[in-house]
């Protein structure tokens, strides 16, 4: 507090204070139903230019009173005229190599921040967000900048504050303020217009702005669902973006986020259900008589209940992640821990059913993992039933080794169409 410059302070707080007034009394405004609230004095009083007024009259009062000398108030100072001259990059294929990590890295946090701005914007709007379009215009746009040496092209969540505030609507907003932003460069700039405007009023009109995309709601809605995990990264955002900087921060979320997602990918979600015990809830999930069966007799459609039932020995694994590359072994694992847990304990034998009816697709890893642990159940006399009704899975895993067609056949469309072949004489 004994750096703090009472003067910048003073004029800081008073900006504030105004453009906060000025707003509520726009929001009070346009609320309105009735009366001069609705006509052209409501109007006026909605598109009053109180963020520009706040500025031209601190560059006035500074320049009058000298503060910047006599007080210390911080000021903009000389900006550079002129717009810079395209020119292409001379970099050689060895320093293009040294370049791309660093280039990465900048990328991928001027990505997150853009689509973390845009998803706050589209939120407040009601609009669409799409990412892929936002990672096209942020490559079009660093591609353009290169050719004037500018700095890596993201979004600004101030920059973006500040243009929402103003009223933007459209991608016009940006064309027009490219515009003046040449203007000023050109013309405004030689003639030290913006010279003695104060650092503390631009820093007023920024968090003005940004006051609109806190959003205290989240916090508050993951404190009452208590999901702690989104709480402590929530929370994590917050300080090391305080902390280190928006882009060293949002980095490092970023890695976290990526370990976390990795983590919560490898494992496998999955209910075990045993066949007697659980018999009614068996039965009332796994019996659709509208399934048609794929290897069955034709009369089989017909069939109003297989003879055979879901008995002690079965075990029905169903697997509700999916599995891939990141978690099949983890699958195998709980299969063969479930066989040498409940084997001994079954003397009818045991029959394992893997259910994989949520799954759309299936990678060649999980195939290779799935034919190890078929082997495996193979060599103990313990069968591995897969259920599944996507034609794709059945597909490679067909031409993997797993057929309808096989004695006894290895999978099935549903666990009804496995107890009908249970009764089938094909079967031995």
Not at 13 to 29: C, D, P
Request: aromatic letters at 8%; a negative charge.
């Amino acid at each position: 507090m004994h750096e703090t410059n009472p003067t910048s302070a003073v004029m800081a707080s008073v900006a504030i204070v105004i453009m906060m007034g000025v707003k509520a009394f726009k929001m009070w405004v346009a609320r309105g139903k009735g009366g001069w609230r609705t006509g052209p004095g409501g109007t006026i009083v909605r598109l009053f230019p109180d963020m520009l007024l706040v500025i031209v009259a601190s560059i006035l009062i500074t320049r009058y009173y000298d503060l910047n000398t006599v007080h210390g108030v911080q000021i903009l100072g000389d900006i550079p005229s002129g717009l810079p001259v395209p020119y292409l990059p001379a970099e050689t294929v060895w320093s293009l190599g040294m370049l791309l990590p660093t280039a990465a890295s900048i990328t991928l946090v001027g990505f997150v921040e853009s689509v973390s701005v845009a998803k706050a914007m589209a939120t407040r709007s009601g609009e669409k967000l799409n990412p892929n379009q936002e990672l096209l215009g942020l490559g079009a746009a660093n591609i353009v900048g290169a050719l004037f040496q500018s700095f890596p092209v993201s979004a600004s969540p101030p920059r973006s504050a500040v243009n929402d505030l103003a009223g933007a609507s459209s991608g016009l907003a940006s064309v027009m303020c490219s515009v003046f932003v040449g203007c000023a460069l050109l013309f405004f700039s030689p003639l030290g217009v913006f010279y003695y405007l104060p650092l503390p009023v631009m820093a007023s009109v920024i968090i003005v702005a940004l006051w609109e995309l806190v959003d205290v709601h989240e916090p508050v809605f993951l404190w009452r669902i208590r999901h702690l995990p989104d709480m402590a990264q929530l929370l994590a955002t917050f300080a090391l973006t305080i902390i280190l900087g928006a882009g060293e921060g949002v980095l490092i979320i970023v890695i976290i986020s990526v370990t976390i997602i990795l983590n919560r990918s490898s494992n496998v979600e999955f209910n075990l259900t045993r066949g007697k015990s659980d018999k009614e809830a068996l039965e009332a999930q796994y019996f659709t008589p509208d399934i048609s069966p794929v290897s069955a007799p034709k009369q089989a459609a017909s069939e109003p209940q297989p003879k055979e039932t879901l008995s002690s020995r079965h075990r029905i694994l169903s697997i509700q992640s999916g599995l891939y590359f990141a978690n099949a072994s983890t699958a195998k694992e709980i299969i063969i821990d479930l066989e040498r847990t409940d084997h001994p304990a079954s003397p009818e034998g045991l029959v394992i059913i893997l259910d994989l009816t949520v799954m759309n697709t299936i990678d060649s890893t999980t195939i290779h993992v799935l034919l190890e642990t078929d082997a495996y159940m193979s060599a103990r006399d313990v069968p591995l039933i897969i259920i599944t009704s996507n034609q794709k899975v059945i597909g490679m895993l067909n031409r993997a080794g797993f057929s309808p067609d096989t004695h006894p056949p290895t999978i099935f469309y549903s666990v009804r169409e496995y107890l009908y072949m249970m009764d089938s004489p094909r079967i031995e």
